[in-house]
């Protein structure tokens, strides 16, 4: 059994900051890459930016400079630092890790979402 812990969505005005939180635990030997995806209403799922076990992140490109992702990896936590939100930030944020489980089998798990909201 795995969980995800998400914390630090919310509402918040145009040029403001949130910072996302994804608390992973249960049968985890190792997490690979962790990352956040979001998903607007009417819309597909997007990858917003990932980071691996060693650190490389990649971001797309309508967040480039505004958000960052970092990981503690001795808590198992990945974040998502934004800053500048736009309204079109408004979405449903959704944690993702890529683990290898104690049994040495590898899965993907999703957070359950938190809400973002961005006001104009």
């Known amino acids: 059994q795995v969980q995800l812990v998400e914390s630090g969505g919310g509402l918040v005005q145009a040029g403001g900051s949130l910072r996302l939180s994804c608390a992973a635990s249960?049968?985890?030997?190792?997490?690979?890459?962790m990352g956040w995806y979001r998903q607007a209403p009417g819309k597909q799922r997007d990858r917003v930016a990932t980071?691996?076990?060693?650190?490389?992140?990649q971001y797309a490109d309508g967040v480039k400079g505004r958000f960052t992702i970092s990981r503690d990896n001795a808590k198992n936590t990945v974040y998502l630092q934004m800053n500048s939100l736009k309204p079109e930030d408004t979405a449903v944020y959704y944690c993702?890790?890529?683990?290898?489980?104690?049994?040495?089998?590898?899965?993907?798990?999703w957070g359950q979402g938190t809400q973002v909201t961005v006001s104009s």
């Open positions: 993702k890790i890529e683990y290898t489980s104690r049994m040495l089998g590898r899965y993907d798990y």
């Open positions: 249960g049968s985890i030997f190792s997490i690979n890459t």
């Open positions: 980071i691996t076990s060693g650190g490389i992140t």
